[in-house]
């Protein structure tokens, strides 16, 4: 049997289908010229954007059967148990130390693909959108380029319209509201205040406000406390320097931001990816973009020296009222209803 043809580059968003790809770059300032834009940035500032020559709406997702996972038993995490409760007392170490006030401890989930010819990522939306059904949910895949992307992402990075740019940083997640936490109130508050000063570097002088602080969210199986940030761009600010005042996004680093990234650095065992960037789209005609947070988020790896592989991502914001098995636990439940979604019994 031949390999069947590689997918066409396309991106899924908000039911509109971009296809006709028609550049690709890593340049932020190509966001601020014309068409629309697929982007997806890597944790580590990697930026892939994509402009498209077309763009439709209402086309039905592909075909589910374009996807086959691996058992669920297939995944492995690049922390267990114990590397990543011990990660969680090491960070209140730091925090006892005063050199950070929180930091988001994550781990990356692999398995290897058991069939990369039934591994189209815009098959995997399919059943993640009715599964897991979220607000930013979409589909970046760019085969051609090394970004094959489904998220489900419940978290806003950046939009903007009108000149308003705005932020939901989610801080805090239980199974019911009843369940959440004085540590998970903190934790949004101290990441609203991170994120109030990432765009103030980017917005015009007191423009900076916060509509709405610790709003309780109800997802697929969970709960998150969301806030929302916003300010107006400064007139002489475009994408360039808004990315670099406000990426890595702040709910999932930590505070100060640059603290908590060294940490990061120090403690994590494997690349986070495009988990914990940003995946999302721009039109640069109308001057309007919604980025999300790249959380709920898997990836393909076809260049992995082990065969081609899918990956996930989950992990949890560390304070110094965590409990490290907790924090592991909060890992868990993040994680169970996607991995689940996205394997195939019996492999």
């Known amino acids: 049997m031949h390999p069947l043809s590689p997918p066409a580059a396309m991106a899924r968003f908000g039911g509109r289908v971009a296809t006709g790809l028609l550049d690709v770059t890593d340049d932020p300032a190509a966001l601020d010229s014309e068409g629309f834009w697929a982007v997806v940035a890597g944790f580590d500032g990697r930026l892939t954007c994509a402009r498209?020559?077309?763009?439709?709406?209402?086309?039905?997702?592909?075909?589910?059967?374009?996807?086959?996972?691996?058992?669920?038993?297939?995944?492995?995490?690049?922390?267990?148990?114990?590397?990543?409760?011990?990660?969680?007392?090491?960070?209140?170490?730091?925090?006892?130390?005063?050199?950070?006030?929180?930091?988001?401890?994550?781990?990356?989930?692999?398995?290897?693909?058991?069939?990369?010819?039934?591994?189209?990522?815009?098959?995997?939306?399919?059943?993640?959108?009715?599964g897991n059904p979220a607000p930013y949910a979409g589909t970046v895949r760019l085969p051609g380029h090394g970004v094959e992307v489904a998220t489900a992402s419940p978290e806003l990075f950046l939009s903007r319209r009108d000149g308003v740019v705005a932020s939901g940083p989610i801080k805090g997640t239980a199974r019911t509201e009843a369940e959440l936490l004085e540590k998970d109130y903190a934790e949004n508050v101290m990441i609203v205040d991170l994120v109030r000063n990432d765009l103030g570097r980017a917005c015009a002088v007191g423009s900076v406000s916060v509509p709405d602080l610790c709003a309780v969210e109800k997802h697929p199986g969970l709960v998150h406390l969301v806030s929302t940030v916003e300010g107006r761009l400064r007139a002489d600010a475009g994408w360039p320097a808004l990315l670099d005042a406000a990426f890595p996004p702040g709910s999932v680093t930590g505070a100060p931001k640059s603290s908590a990234l060294r940490v990061i650095d120090a403690l994590e065992t494997a690349a986070r990816g495009p988990y914990c960037g940003a995946v999302g789209w721009v039109d640069a005609d109308r001057g309007e973009a919604a980025l999300a947070v790249g959380i709920r988020t898997f990836w393909l790896d076809r260049t992995d020296p082990g065969g081609p592989a899918v990956r996930f991502g989950t992990g949890a914001g560390i304070t110094w009222g965590s409990d490290p098995e907790g924090e592991w636990e909060e890992t868990e439940l993040k994680a169970s209803r996607l991995l689940a979604v996205a394997s195939t019994p019996g492999g």
């Open 52 to 130: 498209f020559a077309e763009l439709r709406a209402d086309r039905p997702y592909a075909p589910a059967d374009g996807w086959h996972g691996p058992a669920r038993s297939a995944w492995r995490s690049s922390l267990d148990r114990a590397g990543y409760t011990a990660g969680v007392r090491r960070i209140r170490e730091h925090i006892a130390a005063g050199e950070v006030y929180q930091v988001n401890l994550c781990r990356v989930l692999s398995a290897a693909l058991p069939d990369p010819d039934r591994a189209d990522v815009d098959a995997l939306s399919t059943l993640l959108a009715h």
